[in-house]
């Protein structure tokens, strides 16, 4: 089991701080999400940072805007981006997808993995609004069923799945050929997402140590995000960078533990 950290986790600072932060703290790789940055830096830049740093982008994470839809033109232009890192997953969405439960497009997907030696492991959904649809994105029965009707490969996002009503603990023991990422980030039950993970919400220490006993082989992305709030403002001071470092390895060494 390898543990990552998300590119996002310090944004709105550039992105060569995760970089540096994820060798600091001993972190076996990096889940890059598709962020303006990314584009702006250009990927080339981007794989040039990993490659210095000896820091290697393991999964790649959907672009955080496009929250409606996600169709077979994105999808490819995802995969080649992710095949260009030579990344082993692809997180996407799976409330994005806005396909019936039956929908060819899945059958697609299952080619496309194989042809390219990825994995496009689909993301469960939490209880909001923009994630209602398709039904069996969040719901704990209808996830499953279609889990092991269409065999794809998953991202478990734990804290959505205890706000939905899904046990993390049974889903994982049950789906966990086809969990090849799991998102850890602390929750409340307000609705607040990517906190960190020393609330009383939920036992991540308790998880961890179940998912190891199976000698999980996927990867783990500590997803917390400590300057969210700083996102639609400027660029906060470097104080609040140093700050947000010593909350995630903080939680990073709380992963490690278990």
Not at 217 to 236: A, Y
């Amino acid at each position: 089991m390898r543990l990552l950290l998300s590119s996002y986790s310090l944004e709105p600072f550039p992105l060569e701080e995760i970089f540096l932060l994820g060798r600091e703290i001993g972190a076996d790789g990096l889940e890059l999400v598709l962020t303006p940055e990314v584009f702006k830096l250009g990927l080339a830049k981007v794989k040039a940072l990993a490659e210095t740093h000896q820091f290697p982008v393991v999964n790649i994470h959907q672009p955080p805007w496009y929250v409606l839809f996600t169709g077979q033109g994105l999808m490819k232009k995802m995969i080649d981006q992710a095949v260009f890192f030579r990344a082993e997953n692809l997180v996407a969405h799976l409330a994005t997808m806005r396909r019936t439960f039956d929908s060819p497009f899945f059958e697609w997907i299952k080619g496309l993995e194989s042809n390219q030696n990825i994995n496009i492991a689909f993301e469960n959904a939490a209880p909001r609004k923009l994630e209602r649809w398709p039904s069996y994105a969040g719901s704990p029965e209808k996830l499953e069923e279609f889990v092991q009707k269409r065999k794809v490969d998953l991202t478990l996002d734990v804290a959505k799945a205890v706000l939905a009503g899904i046990d993390p603990y049974q889903f994982f023991q049950r789906n966990r050929e086809q969990i090849k990422v799991i998102h850890i980030h602390g929750f409340t039950h307000k609705g607040d997402f990517h906190v960190g993970c020393t609330g009383q919400e939920f036992d991540w220490l308790g998880f961890m140590s179940f998912v190891k006993k199976f000698n999980y082989l996927g990867t783990v992305t500590l997803e917390i995000f400590p300057l969210h709030k700083w996102f639609r403002f400027n660029l906060p001071p470097r104080q609040k960078l140093d700050e947000a470092k010593k909350i995630i390895a903080e939680n990073f060494d709380l992963l490690r533990r278990a």
